[in-house]
Each structure stands twice: as C-alpha cells, then as structure tokens.
C-alpha cells in the first residue's frame, strides 16, 4: 500500500508562484508513475502533471505547459509540483496520484490519492 500527503497549497495573486510537494510512505515509488491532477468546482478531475519514478520522465497537461514543473527527489521519496505564472483558472483542489505502471493522463488509471490541497489564484 502507498499512502500520499500533499501540501503547499494556499491563495496566490495571478502572476505568483505556488510549489505543491507529495510525500509517500508504505512503498518507495520506485515502480511507480505518480502525477498531479485538478478537480476545479464543477469540473472533471484532470491530470496536470506526471512523472515516471525510475526514468524521470516527464508529461504535462497543454494548459500548463512552459509554466509548471515536476521533479522527485528520490531520498526523500518526495515528488514536487513548481507552479509559475498561475492564472485564475489554476484554481483547483491539487492531487497527488500514483500508479504501479506507465504514466498516464487518465485519472481513474491511478490506484493511489493524496486527501488533496486547495490551490486558489486571485485577480
């Protein structure tokens, strides 16, 4: 089993910058994709940002892309979420995700969630 805690969430202006970090316990993430997806109110859940634990590879939603960042940290089986230039529509509650397989941008292909972190961008 994986347990995931996120934070770092909190109200920003548009323009500001914000940076998300999910902690694993239970199971390293090695063996694991683990991404970051967005549930806005009213809004399908969607992915954000994903990457593969043994490679580093790295995928991003279009809407984010040039803007937010992922990395892991493999010591601390951490996996962090650099969000620069943050619009409005960046309001969501934040997810972190893992799934023993590929990186996927689908959010019911991930087996494991964090509790989520409120992430609000104002005018």
């Known amino acids: 089993q994986v347990q995931l805690v996120e934070s770092g969430g909190g109200l920003v202006q548009a323009g500001g910058s914000l940076r998300l970090s999910c902690a694993a316990s239970?199971?390293?993430?090695?063996?694991?994709?683990v991404g970051w997806l967005r549930q806005a109110p009213g809004k399908e859940r969607e992915f954000v940002a994903g990457i593969t634990w043994d490679s580093g590879t790295t995928r991003y939603a279009e809407s984010v892309k040039g803007r937010f960042t992922i990395s892991r940290m493999n010591a601390q089986n951490t996996v962090s979420l650099q969000m620069n230039s943050l619009k409005l529509e960046d309001t969501a509650v934040y997810y972190c995700?893992?799934?023993?397989?590929?990186?996927?941008?689908?959010?019911?292909?991930?087996?494991?969630w964090g509790q989520g972190t409120q992430v609000t961008v104002s005018t």
């Open positions: 995700a893992a799934r023993s397989g590929v990186l996927s941008t689908l959010p019911h292909d991930y087996d494991y």
């Open positions: 239970g199971r390293r993430f090695s063996m694991y994709a």
